[in-house]
């Protein structure tokens, strides 16, 4: 029996074809079905598969959690676990995720979930966290609060001692992951702007 209060799944899958600004007539083509059992599965006249919610949700680029979410909507198991990045199952992204932040040093990197909670960071960072108050840098760390707290980075954003450093930032996300905390993770990565900033960097290292 379907839950109380849950939206039924024709309707999610709706609201993302929606989002994805696409007609009925396009996603059926892209998913190799037809318009009319389409309509009939947003409307709720037709109840779809698992495996047709799975290939609704691939062609409409819907993030694994979400994907799961309709999953349930009608009426099936998740299809994408959730791991604990700490978790054994998740060793060996973990070790690689290491291994990015490592090759990165002297340069600031840090690892991000969902929330914008720090998850890693290599030594680089420590560059511009110096200064801040040591409980926002208890984890779990957010980095939101981290950067717009007085008491943060926000007084003293990008400067190491009296010089002011001058970056800028790369995002890169785990491709084809099939678990969802995975999936939410991001490395952002901060490379020197100038050439004052990439001897700031080393020098900080070395210090």
């Not at 990197?109 to 108050?133: F, H, I, K, P, Y």
């Not at 760390?141 to 990008?158: I, K, Q, T």
């Amino acid at each position: 029996m379907r839950e109380a209060g849950r939206r039924p799944v024709g309707r999610l899958l709706r609201e993302w074809r929606e989002r994805r600004r696409l007609s009925q007539l396009d996603l059926a083509i892209q998913a190799d079905i037809s318009a009319r059992h389409l309509s009939f599965v947003e409307t709720g006249r037709s109840q779809p598969t698992a495996a047709m919610i799975l290939r609704l949700t691939e062609h409409l680029d819907v993030p694994l959690r979400e994907r799961n979410t309709l999953l349930l909507a009608g009426g099936y198991a998740p299809a994408y676990p959730q791991h604990g990045l700490d978790s054994p199952e998740l060793g060996n992204v973990r070790a690689a995720l290491r291994q990015v932040l490592a090759g990165h040093e002297p340069y600031p990197a840090v690892v991000l979930d969902r929330w914008w909670d720090m998850q890693d960071a290599n030594s680089g960072v420590a560059v511009l966290t110096e200064g801040c108050a040591p409980d926002l840098l208890t984890p779990p760390v957010n980095v939101l609060r981290l950067s717009l707290h007085p008491d943060g980075m926000a007084p003293r954003r990008y400067r190491s001692g009296a010089q002011e450093l001058a970056l800028f930032s790369i995002s890169a996300v785990v491709g084809t992951a099939t678990d969802v905390t995975v999936e939410e993770l991001a490395i952002e990565s901060f490379y020197p702007a100038d050439a004052p900033t990439a001897a700031a960097l080393r020098a900080a290292a070395v210090g």
